[in-house]
């Protein structure tokens, strides 16, 4: 064998070498960049579903927050329901004692009129013809006290307000009330 075979060899064995060491850093490199990849796809698969999840429990938690708003108006709802109804209860309890207590008064006041007709003489013969409360225009006009019947009275004509006269200088005779009734009237008969 001659140097220049063996130099053929030993070029030979050197660029196998070589080849071989270019191949092994190629797969070194490859297998990295494969590396690489299957990281960045891992770390993006992890992301996507880190997203997915908080979208899905953002997404549950203003459900939830929608039911409990629900729930609290139904809630607010049924409350007032429930108020509107015991009052509107409680306003039917109290209208029909008042009904009750009014028939009664109704009641004995007829009972006890013809008999306070018969004895109550009257001038020429005549019973007297003094109005009787539900005649006249304020209605409840007896339990009305003398600040009650001075504001009343703004609103009536002066027709109104002498019958009112009359049947309290008959009654009750309040001398506050008769005199801010002739200032009404008196006012009234001006204008």
Known sequence: MTDQQSQQRINEAAEQFSDALVQSYKAVAERG??????????????????????????????????????????????????????VDAYMAFMDSM??????????????????????????????????????????????????EVADRIEKLNAEDIERLRDYEAKNKNRRTVLERMDARISAASEG
């Open 33 to 86: 960049v494969s590396g690489q990849e299957r990281s960045a796809q891992l770390t993006e698969v992890f992301f996507n579903q880190t997203i997915n999840n908080l979208r899905a429990q953002s997404e549950q938690n203003r459900q939830a927050t929608e039911q409990l708003a629900n729930q609290q108006q139904r809630q607010a709802e049924a409350a007032q329901t429930l108020s509107r109804e015991s």
């Open 98 to 147: 008042f009904s009750y207590w009014q028939g009664g008064i109704q009641t004995a006041e007829k009972v006890a009129e013809p008999s306070s007709l018969s004895s109550t003489p009257s001038i020429g013969g005549s019973i007297s013809s003094q109005p009787s409360e539900a005649e006249l225009p304020l209605e409840n006009y007896d339990k009305l006290s003398a600040n």
